[in-house]
């Protein structure tokens, strides 16, 4: 087991290596418009130095006038110190911006997780036991549903409904307008207000693929022999599902809970520029778009390992789980 | 490795061989008409035969394709799904010919503006004139409004005498040393073509003042008439009154009939008139008093060609019109057409890409599989939807042709797609190529390349069917939402998802809902009509979900 996991460090490693070499690589091939948007204008003030010599000083400030291999590994050598850079677009080092925002996200993605386990376990179990009856067709559909609506558009179906129409909600932001002049808990139920409809978003978006994992899984067991020996014992039907069905439906089900631990951290990039709440997501977007370099690259990494952590952590769950898998 | 956890025994798989189905009494519906047939008499009877139990014809014969287009029928989701599809399929293809109009047609409309025209200022302060070549500065000016008001004839400045005469009310006239020097009144002379002598107004502004309708000089005669235009003969060469027209907007030329008709119609108190221009249409102006300033300002309402923007449905546009003014409904359906074959050729690439690697890393395994499936590794690793995102700002920034842009995003999109659909295809074939018709196919001499992709690859076709049914539909989202981000296809292509774009402009999100919930809605059919069909698929052709 220590050998297996050390194994799948190892490459990750590896993996993680190549994966930012790639993106690094494409990133000082795209056209640097930040930085000749920005020599622009600082030439562009009264006895400024010109174009060029403002663009070789910024490239030089960058680590951007040395060739591809060479910057990777400058690159490289201060992402292990956890140096980042400086966010172009915020001005401050991408560390400390991630710091301030990344703890947001996670309390979104955790609440909404949260939800989504508490909504699609028991319905794909309800859906699997009922198999092929009009609930179970009900929650297919809702499934699929879910898994089909476009994240942009049920955002503004919902905030036509809820904020324009029923004006519960603000359309965007996380704090109100008198949002200074709350107390404390005032300032919590506030930011929650505004989270909710995002939150919602979130979870209905994305409890579909779950939801039919689940009822997969469980239709699964419930064919398997096991099954029909304690139904043939005689013990009643909620027993047979609630305690033996649904303990082994939890093996593949915690696998993916686990591996999906690491997507916490990873901000809904969507659905928070939609309701511009200032998340992880949303504020590597306004980076990206602004092609901040350091902050995307920051962000692509940090997307990347969470990738790989996930990976890991549903392959050493499921051998922890399930004996029958377990690797020497 | 987590990637081949669910790979199927191989006997699960659908093989080549067709397969025979016993037509077992009770199982079929038309066992079940045979058995009422039997029962009811004979006047069918004729039709009916009794075959022996291994007679070929009481054997009902099924390919598995036939088998799993059975079981795919009998899933009513998945037949809802199907008729979706082909909804939106007939909308987007056949749709965009039948339509009338052109993807990117504009419409216009004629709308009527209020559009304030001039403003009108009685005046009510002195005035001066000036003699030509003569100077009368502003401590003059000072001087003479104090003689006036004090209602004194003369004023001296520097040892220079100025004598001031009253003509009549609010005008008065300046001579220094008896020589004519300015005149001051409330009523104005605005010259029509060349600025009028200083003779000349003297002239108006005291026949004005007395009241005569004309006046002389140099010998010259100048009739004033009722409107307060001064005529040379016949020809006008200026007017005198009251009041002071400006044009609200700058560039405007008023013109003297406009002056002398808007002055008319304020002394008789109208609020409207109607005025001749140049090209003989005839406008109404609309005259507005503003106590608070003491002004008037004449509204002239001007009849525009515009883009229909945002127009609501109608007749001649189903679902209206959009920001551009273009019938939504044949944006809608290119929009469609955009979309599916943006997605076909997204999944059509990474099932190209995925189907080569995957089928070459399992048939050969050892260090080809490893060095593949590493590559895969990577590439699951790049996060995709930030990535297309980078892309797409960085083609905003180089300005990229909105055509080759389109090229671009499917290439991106199709080269990003292909690792899950080549582990897919890898997992199926390690397990494939151990089973007897491989050691048949390498005992026949068949070649390698043959081996793969004739014999190995039809036998994926299956799961790879489904799962290129379902990553369509989630293709189909991305490019939305790239789309809707303004990132993915721009205008003037339509997509659905920059149809929808439109609403963040809130004032379209809460006031014209036929922009972007059609566009929606076509959207979630699609994706919905993909999933539901690649779920029947799914069940159809594993054997075991068999009912």
């Known amino acids: 087991m220590k050998k297996f996991v050390a194994k799948r460090v190892a490459l990750s490693v590896v993996i993680l290596f190549c994966v930012t070499f790639i993106i690094y690589t494409l990133m000082r091939c795209l056209p640097g418009s930040f930085v000749e948007n920005m020599a622009m204008q600082l030439s562009q003030a009264p006895d400024a130095k010109p174009f060029e010599e403002w663009l070789a000083q910024l490239n030089e400030t960058y680590g951007m006038d040395k060739g591809i291999i060479p910057g990777y590994f400058v690159w490289l050598s201060d992402a292990i110190r956890g140096d980042f850079g400086e966010s172009w677009k915020y001005t401050v080092p991408v560390i400390q911006k991630f710091n301030d925002v990344i703890w947001l996200s996670f309390v979104m993605g955790g609440i909404s997780f949260v939800l989504q386990l508490l909504i699609a376990i028991p319905l794909g179990v309800i859906a699997s036991t009922k198999q092929y009856s009009r609930l179970d067709y009900g929650i297919t559909a809702g499934a699929l549903i879910g898994i089909s609506l476009p994240t942009f558009f049920f955002a503004t179906l919902l905030k036509l409904l809820f904020s324009v129409k029923l004006g519960w909600f603000d359309l965007y932001g996380l704090v109100g307008r008198d949002y200074a002049q709350l107390d404390a808990m005032g300032q919590f139920l506030d930011k929650a207000h505004h989270l909710v409809l995002p939150i919602a978003t979130l979870v209905i978006v994305s409890v579909g693929s779950l939801m039919r994992y689940t009822r997969t899984n469980m239709l699964e067991v419930l064919n398997s022999d096991y099954i029909r020996t304690a139904r043939a014992k005689g013990l009643s039907e909620k027993k047979v599902i609630y305690h033996h069905a649904f303990r082994n439906t939890l093996i593949p089900l915690v696998t993916i809970i686990g591996g999906s631990l690491p997507s916490l951290f990873a901000g809904a990039l969507i659905t928070e520029t939609l309701y511009s709440i200032p998340g992880i997501g949303y504020t590597s977007y306004q980076a990206m778009i602004a092609g901040d370099i350091p902050f995307s690259m920051f962000y692509l990494t940090f997307m990347a390992v969470l990738t790989l952590a996930g990976n890991l952590i549903s392959d050493i769950l499921y051998a922890v789980v399930d004996p029958r898998v377990r690797i020497a | ?547």
């Open chain 2, 1 to 547: 490795m987590s990637n081949n956890k669910n790979i199927k025994s191989p006997v699960d798989l659908a093989q080549e061989r067709p397969m025979r189905v016993q037509d077992v009494p009770g199982k079929t519906a038309a066992h079940h008409a045979e058995n009422r047939m039997e029962d009811g008499g004979s006047n069918k009877g004729s039709q009916h035969q009794e075959f022996s139990l291994n007679d070929d014809r009481r054997v009902k014969v099924l390919s598995p394709g036939a088998l799993v287009a059975k079981r795919f029928f009998r899933n009513r989701l998945a037949v809802l799904g199907m008729i979706m599809l082909i909804v939106m399929f007939v909308f987007s293809f056949i749709g965009g010919m039948i339509s009338p109009y052109g993807e990117d047609e504009q419409f216009y409309t004629y709308t009527y503006m209020d559009k304030e025209y001039a403003g009108v200022v009685q005046n009510d302060e002195v005035r001066f004139t000036v003699a030509d070549g003569k100077e009368f500065g502003t401590l003059l000016q000072a001087k003479l409004k104090l003689a006036m008001t004090k209602k004194e004839t003369s004023f001296t400045e520097k040892n220079v005498k100025y004598e001031v005469t009253t003509h009549g009310d609010d005008f008065y006239s300046v001579t220094a040393d008896g020589e004519p020097l300015a005149v001051a009144s409330k009523d104005i002379i605005t010259s029509a073509g060349e600025e009028l002598p200083y003779e000349v107004k003297y002239g108006a502004l005291t026949a004005n003042a007395e009241e005569k309708d004309s006046f002389e000089v140099d010998g010259k005669k100048y009739k004033i008439d009722e409107e307060g235009s001064i005529l040379d003969g016949d020809t006008i060469v200026g007017s005198i009154g009251r009041f002071i027209v400006q044009p609200a907007q700058a560039g405007t030329k008023i013109s003297n009939e406009f002056k002398e008709a808007v002055q008319e119609a304020i002394n008789n108190g109208a609020e409207e008139f109607v005025l001749k221009d140049e090209e003989g249409n005839e406008n109404t102006y609309t005259i507005t008093y503003k106590a608070d300033s003491d002004t008037y300002s004449v509204i002239q309402e001007t009849k525009t060609y515009v883009y229909d923007r945002y127009a609501n449905p109608s007749k001649a546009h189903w679902l209206g019109t959009d920001t551009n003014g273009m019938d939504m409904l044949t944006r809608l359906m290119y929009g469609g057409r955009v979309s599916l074959v943006i997605g076909f050729i997204v999944v059509f690439l990474s099932c190209s890409i995925g189907v080569v690697l995957g089928g070459v890393s399992g048939y050969f395994g050892g260090w080809i599989d490893n060095l593949i499936m590493r590559i895969v590794d990577i590439f699951y690793c790049i996060p995709s939807m930030p990535l297309v995102i980078i892309l797409g700002a960085a083609m905003d920034a180089m300005r990229v042709d909105p055509q080759i842009r389109m090229l671009y995003l499917m290439l991106i999109l199709g080269f990003l797609g292909w690792p899950s659909i080549a582990r897919l295809v890898r997992g199926q074939i390690l397990s494939l190529r151990e089973q007897e018709f491989m050691t048949a196919t390498e005992a026949c001499g068949i070649s390698i390349h043959r081996r793969i992709f004739k014999h190995l690859i039809p036998n994926v076709i299956p799961q790879l069917i489904v799962m290129c049914t379902m990553s369509l539909g989630s293709t189909i989202i991305t490019e939305a939402t790239l789309s809707f981000l303004g990132l993915g296809v721009k205008f003037p292509f339509a997509s659905w998802g920059n149809i929808i774009n439109d609403v963040n402009n809130a004032y379209v999100m809460t006031h014209y809902w036929f922009i972007w919930i059609p566009a929606g809605i076509c959207l979630l059919i699609t994706v919905l009509g993909f999933n539901f069909v690649g779920d029947g698929l799914r069940d159809a052709f594993d054997p075991k979900m068999k009912r």
